[in-house]
């Protein structure tokens, strides 16, 4: 089964396995890997939402979630979390564009989607860690998730690219400084946006 080959692909990639990043970088077709990581995610949302039902649903504290919208909720989690990953590795395969225009972004989104469809089971262990044991522990290991995705786009695009580690490095940072620039910018104009943004991530 693809999605099965995908998960295992998946697996070696985050295990720095470079002859599976080059193999993967190649791919052709990415609506399979696109529609694995999409079906991956609403067989995750049906998991969640079903033991929420066992469970007579979640709550925030004392605050208990309404569940039909909760439900709504998931069910678009696959369709942003599949654009995230699309938009995420194509802006770092635009940046090693740039870099060299010989370079093309389509060989790193395919390889972003085969992590992804491992980083979704990753983040569904970690949201359920930080519900069952605290959210300090789920910021520390979001914390730790974010180091190692870093590292893996790092050995990625030198990979993929052939880049040293200096380029690998540029490609990496552009796209945070451009982002930073851009926030830079934003708070200058209007200085509550900057602090909204930090209250939806600290709430």
Excluded: W
């Excluded at 079903?50 to 004392?62: A, E, K, P, T, V």
């Amino acid at each position: 089964m693809y999605i099965l080959k995908s998960l295992a692909e998946g697996l070696r990639i985050l295990g720095f396995d470079r002859p599976t990043i080059r193999t993967v970088s190649r791919e052709k077709d990415l609506e399979e890997i696109f529609l694995s990581t999409l079906f991956l995610n609403y067989i995750i949302v049906l998991f969640v939402y079903l033991i929420g039902i066992i469970m007579g649903g979640y709550s925030i504290g004392d605050r208990a979630l309404n569940m039909e919208v909760f439900f709504g909720l998931l069910m678009v989690y696959p369709f942003i979390f599949n654009l995230k990953v699309y938009l995420i590795y194509g802006f770092f395969g635009i940046t090693a564009e740039l870099l060299n225009a010989k370079n093309h972004v389509r060989p790193l989104i395919s390889v972003g989607f085969h992590t992804a469809i491992v980083y979704s089971i990753i983040i569904l262990i970690i949201c359920a860690l930080s519900l069952a044991v605290g959210f300090q522990l789920g910021a520390i290991l979001f914390g730790v998730f974010f180091a190692y995705f870093l590292y893996t786009m790092f050995v990625s695009i030198s990979t993929i690219y052939k880049f040293s580690f200096g380029q690998s490095l540029t490609v990496l940072m552009i796209p945070f400084l451009v982002i930073g620039i851009v926030l830079t910018i934003i708070g200058a104009i209007n200085p509550n946006f900057i602090e909204s943004i930090f209250l939806v991530f600290l709430a």
